[in-house]
């Protein structure tokens, strides 16, 4: 499981001009069924994406395809995590040992 962390790097305008792709961008990751949950930053300096990916380089692939990415908007950190708990809702994600 990973955590992206985008940071914008350009101004707004710059960013909002790549908006629309990127939400196509995001789209078809979510119907990929890799990304999980998303939405900005408060105040808006970025975004934070939960993805469930194979690895780390799958997860740097796709960030790679990224319009804000592409476009050199935005800064992205990636953080790997084996979630060990989670709420009921979200069992399907919760690794045991045996996974592990």
């Known amino acids: 499981m990973f955590v992206?962390?985008?940071?914008y790097t350009k101004?707004?305008?710059?960013v909002d001009a790549l908006l629309t792709a990127h939400k196509q961008f995001m789209d078809e990751q979510?119907?990929?069924?890799?990304?999980?949950?998303?939405?900005?930053k408060i105040p808006r300096t970025g975004s934070v994406?939960?993805?469930?990916?194979?690895d780390r380089a799958e997860v740097q692939?796709?960030?790679e395809t990224d319009p804000f990415f592409v476009g050199g908007?935005?800064?992205y950190e990636v953080i790997e995590f084996v979630p060990s708990m989670t709420a009921?809702?979200?069992?399907?994600?919760r690794y045991s040992t045996e996974r592990s």
């Open 88 to 93: 009921e809702a979200l069992s399907a994600f």
């Open 30 to 40: 979510y119907a990929d069924g890799v990304f999980l949950m998303s939405g900005r």
């Open 11 to 14: 101004s707004a305008g710059e």
């Open 4 to 7: 992206i962390s985008i940071t």
């Open 49 to 54: 994406i939960i993805a469930d990916a194979a």
């Open 73 to 75: 908007v935005a800064d």
């Open 61 to 63: 692939a796709i960030i």
